[in-house]
């Protein structure tokens, strides 16, 4: 489980920003993560929850927004999710597109200290 590893990035991330900041406490961690990043959400969430306790963020809030996949169409010049099977296929053309935009991030976007 490789989510156990990220958590614990992320969680040696908020505890130096607040170190940086002077703050004793993390009391809100908020991650972005994609669709298309190979972690699953619930698993992140999990694997943060088990290793908080003991630590400055024990208690915290873990919120854990997903990002769905997208992919633009340089046909139609226009952003669209992927159907049946992660095929990247317009749906108002059918071409083929392999420029993803969204989906692949992995991302620690707030923090609340205290």
Known sequence: MHELG????ALDAALAQARDV??????????????????DPEALHFALETILPGTAAEGA????????????CANCRSNFAPK?????????CGQTSTAIT???ELDLVRLALN
């Open 6 to 9: 990220i958590a614990t990035s």
């Open 22 to 39: 002077g703050a004793v406490r993390v009391l809100r961690i908020e991650l972005r993560v994609g669709e298309l990043s190979g972690v």
């Open 84 to 92: 049946d099977g992660w095929i990247f296929e317009c749906p108002t």
């Open 61 to 72: 809030v873990l919120a854990i927004t997903p990002v769905p996949a997208l992919a633009y």
């Open 102 to 104: 969204q989906g692949r």
